[in-house]
């Protein structure tokens, strides 16, 4: 497991960390994955996709057309192809602009947050038991789809602010765990 997913995992594993530490340090994770694996070129095609760069009149036909050219950006990267996936879906509901566009990202990210929200499951079946690795999985999956998929793909989408954060750690006495 890479070092944010360890992080989430650690948070997801022990109660003393509330929902909301655990969805923070989900954000964290998914925004370490993307900036690793997501060429910003396959971002910007699909923000000219969804803001009708090139389609003014937003064409469904156009639009999908340029999502089958986007793929080849995407290859190599799960993350990414999620991305164009879920890009066909929307345009096929006939969904365009910016938020459209932020809702492709979040929804890809959330997929592969699921995804590896399995893999933390999987690696804590081996090291622990059942039901210590269900927990995980339950407040991990719990923490992900909490997540707005619009304000996610927006912070993710969003050059420069994709950067992974040091998740806040509490030293201080009054910064104890919430009541």
Request: no cysteine; hydrophobic share 40%; proline share 2%.
């Amino acid at each position: 497991m890479r070092k944010p997913w360890k992080a989430l995992a650690m948070r997801g594993d022990q109660h003393v960390y509330a929902d909301e530490q655990v969805a923070e340090a989900a954000t964290n994770a998914l925004a370490s994955d993307f900036k690793n694996e997501v060429k910003w070129s396959l971002i910007d095609a699909l923000k000219a996709v969804f803001t009708g760069r090139d389609n003014s009149l937003g064409l469904r036909e156009i639009a999908l057309q340029e999502l089958e050219e986007a793929r080849a950006l995407a290859a190599g990267s799960v993350f990414g192809r999620d991305a164009v996936e879920w890009g066909v879906v929307l345009i096929k509901e006939g969904k365009f602009g910016l938020d459209a566009f932020h809702e492709v990202v979040g929804l890809a990210a959330k997929m592969r947050g699921f995804a590896n929200a399995r893999s933390v499951e999987e690696h804590y079946l081996r090291e622990s038991n059942q039901r210590r690795a269900s927990h995980v999985s339950k407040r991990i999956h719990s923490a992900i789809s909490s997540l707005s998929e619009i304000q996610l793909g927006s912070m993710l989408a969003s050059p420069g602010s994709a950067k992974t954060q040091h998740l806040k750690k509490h030293t201080q006495i009054d910064e104890g765990v919430p009541l």
